[in-house]
């Protein structure tokens, strides 16, 4: 691995393909060895080749004019590090390549691997993320359109009576309708122990990340999860909730693939928020509120807080420490309610807030919109016609 290393033969071309997912890959020294440890040269070639749709053996065959009996083992090969996924349907496998975020990035920490120097990884991806030296960096293209990847979901139990939440903002409600999932390594915290660090608020690393649905089977199948029923996934969401975790899903209506436990001290979601992308996370519609009567700034609910939302009440003049109480900063604030269990004199609740926009219905709608506001819209618009145009020939079914 790494024999490709700056290859423009390989790695450009893959780079170009990787930018025309909605979240695509800001490319510097950095990126390139990471995709040299995680593709060997073959592979890079295979995936530059992908369409933005799902594709069978013999499209892929023809689109890399590699022959479909040396082509099989790359894909096989890909499908197990996480580079793809394969899908089979009615009979016959479809080929889908993943993006880099949300994709082979997380997936090359959702297990514990011996074909990858995974603490080198850990540290090259950890640089990338935080890396702005270029006035760009991948913060921006994670959380830089309008239309956010990925939203909060908001503790039920913490949802004032005078409100109510919807099936899709439910995080149980979410698990009952997938029908299939599954839980692994987050993939997060599991990074940070390549790091040597661990989390600060003691979440578990195994058995925490949620998987639903067809992405669930595919982490099943290949190694990354172990199938859950929905009781044992409601039983995981339980216990995140005495680490008060944040729990975040993708940003659309119908579907979730996934959700994620997250804390303040490992994920990369809740740095961007903490690193001033206060909307890169889609919020629930609800904010915490502190009642300042009741508050005693003793900082449990700072901790607790997963994107440094609350601190000291500003624009106060306290006459002394026994008179000081937090308040929370709603342009920060995700409204999922983690902070609240922490504050033992009842001085944290929810409120209904004017923060959320509309939820895309699907995964195309949400890729569709993020595409348009960055400019990016036209391949993704080609592509679904040219699926569309062969859904027509005969012998085609699915593709």
Do not use: W
Not at 73 to 84: F, H, T, V, Y
Not at 371 to 379: D, H, M, S, Y
Request: hydrophobic share 40%; aromatic share 8%.
């Amino acid at each position: 691995m790494g024999h490709h290393l700056g290859s423009k033969s390989s790695l450009v071309p893959l780079i170009d393909r990787l930018n025309m997912f909605p979240v695509g890959l800001v490319d510097n020294a950095k990126l390139r060895e990471i995709l040299s440890l995680l593709f060997d040269e073959r592979e890079a070639f295979v995936a530059s080749r992908f369409p933005l749709e799902e594709a069978t053996l013999p499209e892929l065959a023809k689109r890399t004019k590699i022959p479909a009996v040396e082509l099989l083992p790359i894909l096989e090969r890909m499908a197990d590090k996480g580079l793809l996924m394969d899908i089979p349907y009615s009979g016959e496998t479809y080929y889908l390549l993943v993006p880099g975020l949300i994709g082979f990035f997380e997936f090359t920490f959702m297990k514990k691997r011996v074909d990858i120097p995974q603490e080198r990884i850990a540290r090259l991806m950890t640089e990338y993320m935080h890396d702005n030296s270029s006035g760009r960096g991948q913060g921006d293209e994670v959380f830089g359109s309008r239309t956010q990847l990925t939203r909060s979901l908001v503790y039920p139990e913490h949802v004032p009576v005078t409100s109510r939440i919807t099936t899709y903002e439910d995080a149980r409600e979410i698990i009952m309708a997938a029908g299939y999932g599954a839980t692994g390594l987050c993939f997060c915290r599991h990074k940070k122990e390549h790091l040597g660090e661990s989390c600060g608020k003691g979440a578990p690393v195994e058995d925490v990340c949620i998987s639903l649905g067809q992405a669930a089977r595919f982490f099943v199948r290949r190694g990354f999860a172990v199938e859950r029923s929905a009781d044992e996934l409601i039983a995981v969401l339980d216990k995140a909730r005495q680490f008060n975790l944040t729990f975040v899903t993708d940003n659309i209506r119908q579907k979730p693939s996934f959700i994620c436990s997250c804390c303040r001290c490992c994920c990369e979601l809740m740095a961007g928020v903490q690193e001033g992308f206060h909307e890169g996370i889609a919020k629930t519609g609800f904010t915490a509120v502190i009642d300042p009567k009741k508050c005693d700034y003793c900082g449990k609910c700072f901790a607790a807080c997963n994107v440094k939302g609350i601190a000291l009440a500003k624009g106060v003049a306290f006459r002394g420490k026994r008179e000081r109480f937090a308040a929370v900063d709603e342009k920060v604030c995700l409204g999922c309610g983690a902070c609240i269990s922490a504050c033992a004199k009842g001085a944290l609740s929810m409120a209904a807030a004017d923060n959320r926009r509309p939820t895309p219905a699907t995964r195309r709608e949400l890729y569709r919109q993020i595409l348009k506001e960055k400019g990016r819209l036209a391949p993704f618009v080609i592509s679904g016609i040219k699926k569309r145009i062969r859904g027509l020939l005969p012998g085609r079914g699915r593709g």
